[in-house]
């Protein structure tokens, strides 16, 4: 069964800290990876991922895929309050475009 | 960026009434859409997988009669949730594709509540 399952659930940290939220899947056939934020809507594109080792940053973003190892990581760093949300993190199995969601992490930025 | 509407973006209802939720993709076709439910503090879970021109595909424990997808042009798809009972009341996201590499945009759902 196709699965992806993220940790940590939740993380509450301090304005300025760097943070790592983790993905790892298994899925019969993998075309992508997907980051996405939540704030109190719908979900906010971050990252597309497809090929291994290679980095995709945005601002104070990033994201990298390992299709060995078959996990993700999305980093951010120097946070900031507006960076509280629910990441998702989502892989894409090449079945028409549907999506396989992992249980998302909640992060909290304290100020 | 691409853009995805859906509409209404919250809704109250009785129990036992039909709420229709649309969704449109503004600025490119979309031949696929897919509804998604999310319950609180909850991921995202597929219901169905909306089809241009055909009927839906359901995921697996997701009742056909009891969520009714239309997708009557390239451009918008209807979830109809048919006699509304509180066990209902959730977050209900759609989304589209756009491209060859499937890159998906959501549209900023619709949060129903059933009294």
């Not at chain 1, 809507?41 to 945005?58: D, V």
């Not at chain 2, 424990?61 to 006699?83: C, M, Q, R």
């Amino acid at each position: 069964e196709d699965k992806v399952v993220q940790s940590p659930l939740s993380l509450v940290v301090h304005e300025g800290d760097t943070v790592t939220l983790n993905c790892s899947y298994e899925v019969t056939n993998f075309r992508s990876l997907l980051w996405y934020k939540q704030e109190k809507k719908a979900p906010t594109f971050l990252f597309m991922l497809t090929s291994s080792g290679i980095e995709k940053k945005s601002g104070r973003l990033s994201s990298i895929l390992d299709k060995k190892e078959l996990f993700s990581i999305l980093n951010i760093t120097a946070t900031q309050t507006g960076d509280s949300a629910i990441y998702l993190c989502a892989v894409d199995p090449n079945q028409g475009g549907k999506l396989i969601f992992g249980q998302g992490t909640e992060l909290s930025v304290k100020p | 960026g691409a853009v995805v509407s859906q509409h209404p973006s919250r809704v109250i209802c009785k129990s036992g009434t039909s709420v229709k939720i649309e969704c449109r993709s503004l600025d490119f076709q979309a031949t696929t859409m897919f509804w998604y439910r999310q319950f609180p503090k909850k991921s995202l879970m597929l219901m169905a997988t909306s089809n241009e021109g055909s009927k839906a595909t359901y995921e697996q424990g997701v009742e056909k009669d009891k969520f009714l997808i239309n997708h009557a042009s390239l451009t918008l798809s209807t979830l109809t949730v048919t006699s509304a009972h509180p066990e209902d009341s959730s977050f209900y996201i759609c989304s589209a594709s756009r491209g060859s590499l499937g890159e998906l945009f959501f549209g900023e759902g619709s949060r129903l509540t059933v009294l």
